[in-house]
């Protein structure tokens, strides 16, 4: 991919669900464009780095919030701070910190002033190289929340990389659904694509992303995974998306080629004869055609 106006363009990919094959066309659409930069969004679960196999540079402790800590040494044992917890966290003066909410009401009762409110890492987000490009991911501590926040972070460092290595391009693999973490995976897109399959489940949730898309005013284009699958509901996707402005980008086939693949760790490009690798050619010179038109206009 190259930028005629030497600008960096983001492509958010996202899905209404888990499981539609998000991941598995961000890896392959990484392999065919090159020098860019990929962030993987999904800070819960994140995974793209078992196809990308980057080689980790750097690590960052992730601050997400404060936790309650209690000085025993000066606690009096009033009990006032586990009576009081709404989250059941103190229990025999001590606080079970995948409880704690982090909300400081127990430093507020504490009639001794003995307890802490301290910042805790939450989770690490990673920079690392692979052969085309940079990978930027993350991963939350068990029981933490705040991942919108963590998105924020993997995608500020990400765009730190683009200027530094010259890279035109970022693609952010998203979280699925709408929620805290979506909403900060997508600002500041040029384009969403929106991965979806023919089953009701997948006709149904891509209208909550629809919503917000519209509300972000970004342009949006819809990828159909497992197309042949069901006919039916694959021209009701299609008629759906078509009335709400958004173009079909992609059908993509069930291809066997691609379970085998994803089982030894790989990337489906690694195999372009392959029918699934065909078509996710084909969506990647959509995209390319998308952004030429948009510098024409």
Same mark, same amino acid.
């Given at each position: ?15 209404? #669900? ?16 090159? #020098? ?88 690490? *987000? ?22 919108? #926040? ?75 995974? #497992? ?12 008629? *759906? ?12 086939? +069930? ?15 690694? +195999? ?11 969506? *990647? ?13």
């Amino acid at each position: 991919m190259t930028d005629k106006n030497s600008l960096f363009r983001q492509i958010g990919v996202v899905s209404g #669900k888990g499981g539609t094959g998000k991941t598995t066309l961000v890896a392959a659409l990484a392999a065919l464009a090159g #020098k860019l930069v990929v962030a993987d969004a999904d800070v819960d679960a994140a995974d793209l780095h078992i196809l990308l196999k980057p080689s980790v540079e750097r690590s960052y402790p992730y601050v997400g919030g404060k936790k309650a800590f209690i000085d025993l040494l000066h606690c009096t044992q009033c009990g006032i701070c586990e009576k009081h917890c709404r989250f059941k966290a103190i229990r025999d003066f001590h606080v079970d910190l995948l409880a704690c909410e982090g909300c400081g009401f127990c430093v507020q009762l504490c009639p001794e002033n003995c307890i802490d409110f301290k910042e805790v890492v939450a989770g690490f *987000y990673h920079e690392g190289i692979f052969p085309g490009g940079e990978l930027v991911d993350a991963a939350l501590q068990p029981g933490e929340g705040n991942s919108g #926040k963590l998105v924020s972070q993997v995608k500020k460092r990400a765009e730190e990389l683009l200027t530094t290595n010259k890279r035109a391009w970022l693609i952010v693999d998203g979280p699925p659904g709408i929620g805290c973490p979506v909403n900060a995976s997508l600002s500041g897109a040029d384009l969403v694509l929106i991965v979806t399959e023919p089953t009701v489940s997948g006709l149904h949730d891509p209208e909550r992303l629809v919503q917000l898309i519209h509300r972000f005013d970004i342009p949006a284009g819809v990828i159909i995974n #497992k197309a042949d699958l069901n006919s039916r509901i694959c021209s009701q996707i299609i008629s *759906y998306s078509e009335n709400e402005g958004i173009p079909v980008l992609g059908r993509i086939p +069930f291809d066997e080629q691609v379970i085998t693949t994803l089982l030894q760790k790989k990337i489906i490009t690694d +195999f372009p004869d392959s029918p699934a690798t065909m078509e996710i050619v084909k969506i *990647y010179d959509n995209i390319i055609n998308f952004f030429e038109t948009k510098a024409v206009h």
